[in-house]
């Protein structure tokens, strides 16, 4: 069993930052890709921000230039640093780790930014 469990969401107002955590553990052997996803009310589930085991990383539009994924592999969690915050970035954040073919998926954490 792989466990991922996410941290760092919460209320911001616009302009804000925020980091999100998310931590694996369990059987962990190889993760060769992770990263985040977040879903709105009313709109389909979206990569924000991806980042594969050599390190390179994708980001969704919406996140150039905002958003930064970066890992911490000695503790096997990876990181997403999201700054000037828009309300419309307002989602449920998944993080998701693919483990030999298999992805798994955090419980998600509400992010919201309202002023």
């Known amino acids: 069993q792989v466990q991922l469990v996410e941290s760092g969401g919460g209320l911001v107002q616009p302009g804000g930052s925020l980091r999100l955590s998310c931590a694996a553990s369990?059987?962990?052997?190889?993760?060769?890709?992770r990263g985040w996803y977040r879903q709105a009310p009313g709109k389909q589930q979206e990569l924000v921000a991806g980042?594969?085991?050599?390190?390179?990383?994708t980001y969704a539009d919406s996140a150039k230039g905002r958003f930064t994924i970066s890992i911490d592999n000695a503790k096997n969690t990876v990181y997403l640093r999201m700054d000037s915050l828009k309300p419309e970035d307002t989602a449920v954040y998944y993080c998701?780790?693919?483990?030999?073919?298999?992805?798994?998926w955090g419980q998600g954490t509400q992010v919201t930014v309202s002023s």
């Open positions: 980042i594969t085991n050599g390190g390179s990383t």
């Open positions: 998701y780790a693919e483990i030999l073919a298999r992805v798994y």
């Open positions: 369990g059987n962990i052997f190889t993760i060769n890709n």
